[in-house]
């Protein structure tokens, strides 16, 4: 059970409230991630996988981050942000703090990961490293696979440097021409195409080892071959980060979709803002490269190791070795969602909670699936933010509407990084007939919500599904989330007025039931935020719990603050950025904000709130504490109503996560650490903990399912 406080109110609190950077908090929750690559507590394949998202997430960080700060100085913004620093400052910091995460990984990478796998029988070789027999191989396939797809770009003034693409591999060659002696080497280029796998397994049909090399390494190994006459005295792997941020005014554009295929286009010509190169690259090549693409020297990093380790997470598809990886884990299937035809008649009865990935996201796509089908369904709106390349939800929309149901897709185009994506999905639903809408402008849709009319007997009737993650069944498996199905119509009314909103011209609905950005969300969070401070000034109990993936939002930390100096016991638990300051006496001492992070992303939104006149009062959604969240999107944050849910999240949920050991705990200091824990106590992940229900619950319904199918 969530107990609830009431710790003794503090007063003088500090005139000046104080807040982490955003940007810097996010270098610090990646430092995090890292910490998972180096730690032996997790298997070692999974290290390497963790090492690789340090990777991608730093890509992303760049890509938008980054080019947003370098634009503000560009423009000549001075402001400073609450934290007190400006865009120069902001950017003088982030080089220095991710120029040491950088090279901690790949110390990680040598020193750690590489040595590990080689124990292991798993070799990730250098050049240097290779046999003769490697070498035999690696030149056929060299010749048979890279060489025919790969073309030599020479830069001269008849060769003007080319346009390479974000985040492409390429390779800088420095040339000399025979018989001449005192002309400066010359400058050539290899784009290498993204069709070729950039970690390449040497297959000498050995059992016992498995030996890989990267890409890059294959192509300066024979690099020769491609500038026959010259000698090449040196080359070296590079590539650019460019800014991918899109920059659309919807008020001016009247066709959106095309817009943002002209915007994508665009990108791969982005301004850069990194680049990364082997690091004993020549320093007379570097400077007339940097000078080409015109980026200053503090954005480039010189990397010792396989140049962009995202790619590391090919390998670790590749490399069969299920006892170098965690073990397999299979959701549990509810007893009372489990059989696709009884859906509708059991969520009429009751409400349902889907955690997961412990619980299946089958029992999602059935009743999209379902309603396609039934006879009795005639309409199904849908929001789709991500989803999967292969997507069933997209198939059994695509399958409703082939049936003649009446299918509204809310597909946003501008989900960052799957714009192409979306684009797609839109046209092949508007080809059978799907009503496809593009949301409000200025607004991007991020709320996660399916509804389904049907036609029953006393009436019609709305069934709703609402969750805190995306429609992605891939995505299910490895975030954790929670979703709900409803029939109750103070929630399913209000759905379908949000619905209208977003296909409609209604900008001023009202909700009670619903927390609906940008409408009532903010102000509605504030109030039960300040709601617990009178409480607790009163001396009534008084409790927060927040789990978010981000907090930054200015008014919501002020009013935490305020609700802590009340008195008001806070528990945030917040995986990524944070922008509050927890632990500061007089101020923030009833507050602590923790991070957990482990084998799935933690993506789950729950905010429990005392009230200590009723029970708690629970939301989930899809609304991080973020400005972004409560203005500039449409998101949807839905109560807990039912009484055995209610119990579910507040003595089974909320209090397993509390007491997770693997959390780490925000200092003032912007430092995050483990509690210590008693000596000979063992280590408690939640995570762990809800696998290990599912598991037994799982055992369970199938117990139930086998026993029913005898029976009948």
Same mark, same amino acid.
């Given at each position: ?42 298997? *070692? ?20 981050? $980054? ?36 090279? =901690? ?66 390779? &800088? ?22 069709? *070729? ?97 015109? &980026? ?62 412990? =619980? ?83 607004? !991007? ?11 029953? /007997? ?7 599904? *609402?969750?805190? +993650? ?33 296909? +409609? ?30 409480? /607790? !000034?009163?001396?009534?109990? /008084? ?18 603050? /305020? ?7 806070? =528990? ?48 989930? +959604? ?26 579910? $999240? ?7 996560? &509390?007491?997770?050991?693997?959390? !780490? ?18 280590? $408690?992940?939640?995570?762990? !903990? ?23």
């Amino acid at each position: 059970m969530v107990p609830p406080s009431s710790p003794t109110p503090k007063k003088n609190a500090k005139a000046k409230f104080p807040y982490f950077n955003r940007e810097l908090s996010w270098l610090a929750f990646n430092r995090r991630v890292l910490e998972l690559a180096t730690s032996t507590d997790q298997p *070692l394949l999974e290290r390497l996988k963790f090492l690789s998202i340090v990777s991608s997430n730093l890509d992303e960080f760049y890509e938008i981050r $980054v080019a947003g700060l370098v634009q503000q100085v560009e423009s000549g913004v001075i402001e400073v942000g609450v934290d007190g620093l400006g865009p120069k400052e902001q950017l003088r910091r982030i080089h220095s703090i991710a120029g040491s995460l950088v090279a =901690d990984q790949y110390a990680c990478w040598h020193k750690q990961l590489v040595p590990a796998m080689k124990k292991e029988g798993i070799a990730f070789k250098t050049p240097a490293e290779l046999d003769a027999k490697e070498k035999r191989w690696l030149k056929q396939y060299f010749e048979e696979q890279v060489y025919p797809v790969l073309t030599p770009m020479a830069i001269d003034p008849a060769h003007p440097f080319p346009q390479l693409g974000n985040k492409t591999l390429n390779i &800088l060659v420095s040339l000399k021409r025979p018989r001449t002696r005192k002309q400066p080497p010359m400058m050539a280029i290899i784009p290498v195409p993204r069709i *070729l796998p950039r970690v390449v397994h040497i297959d000498l049909g050995k059992k016992d080892a498995q030996s890989y090399i990267f890409l890059s390494d294959v192509v300066n190994l024979y690099v020769e071959q491609l500038f026959p006459g010259h000698k090449v005295q040196g080359a070296w792997a590079f590539r650019i980060t460019r800014n991918s941020d899109l920059y659309i005014d919807e008020e001016e554009v009247e066709n959106l979709l095309k817009k943002i295929e002209e915007e994508l286009y665009k990108l791969r010509k982005g301004d850069p803002v990194r680049l990364e190169i082997e690091h004993d690259v020549d320093e007379g090549m570097l400077n007339q490269l940097t000078k080409a693409i015109d &980026l200053p020297s503090d954005y480039v990093v010189r990397i010792d190791g396989p140049l962009n380790p995202t790619r590391l997470m090919g390998a670790y598809g590749m490399i069969e070795r299920p006892d170098l990886k965690d073990s397999p884990f299979q959701p549990n299937l509810p007893a009372d969602l489990a059989v696709p035809k009884k859906l509708f008649a059991n969520i009429r009865e009751d409400d349902f909670l889907l955690h997961h990935p412990y =619980d299946s996201f089958q029992p999602v796509v059935d009743f999209i699936r379902e309603a396609g089908s039934d006879p009795q369904v005639f309409a199904i709106k849908q929001t789709l933010y991500r989803t999967s390349g292969d997507s069933p939800i997209i198939a059994a929309l695509k399958e409703a509407s082939l049936k003649g149901k009446q299918v509204t897709a809310l597909v946003e185009l501008k989900a960052r990084f799957d714009e192409a994506n979306n684009i797609q999905w839109a046209r092949e639903l508007e080809e059978v007939g799907v009503h496809v809408v593009y949301g409000l402008v200025g607004l !991007k849709t991020h709320c996660k919500c399916c509804l389904v009319v049907r036609r029953e /007997a006393d009436g019609l009737r709305r069934y709703v599904h *609402l969750g805190t +993650g995306n429609y992605n069944p891939k995505t299910a498996k490895l975030y954790t989330d929670l979703s709900i199905f409803t029939a109750r119509e103070a929630i399913t009314s209000e759905v379908a007025d949000l619905f209208n909103t977003l296909t +409609g011209f209604s900008r001023s609905p009202e909700f009670s039931s619903l927390l609906v950005a940008p409408f009532n969300l903010h102000s509605g969070m504030q109030a039960l935020i300040k709601r617990e401070a009178r409480n /607790a !000034k009163a001396g009534k109990p /008084a409790r927060i719990i927040a789990k978010t993936n981000s907090l930054i939002d200015k008014e919501t930390i002020d009013n935490l603050y /305020a609700a802590s100096q009340a008195g008001v016991k806070i =528990d945030l638990i917040v995986r990524g950025i944070c922008g509050l300051v927890p632990g500061v006496k007089g101020l923030s001492e009833n507050i602590t904000v923790r991070s957990i992070l482990g084998r799935y992303l933690e993506h789950s939104r729950i905010y429990y709130f005392e009230n200590s006149e009723k029970q708690a009062d629970i939301y989930i +959604g899809s609304a991080d504490w973020m400005p972004r969240n409560f203005f500039r999107r449409i998101e949807c944050v839905f109560p807990i109503q039912d009484a055995e849910l209610h119990k579910e $999240v507040t003595e089974e949920i909320l209090p397993c996560i &509390l007491t997770d050991t693997t959390a !780490k705990f925000l200092q003032p200091n912007g430092a995050y650490k483990l509690k210590p824990r008693p000596k000979g106590d063992s280590i $408690v992940s939640s995570q762990q !903990k809800f696998m290990e229900k599912a598991e037994a619950e799982r055992t369970h319904n199938q117990h139930l399912l086998d026993s029913e199918s005898a029976e009948s």
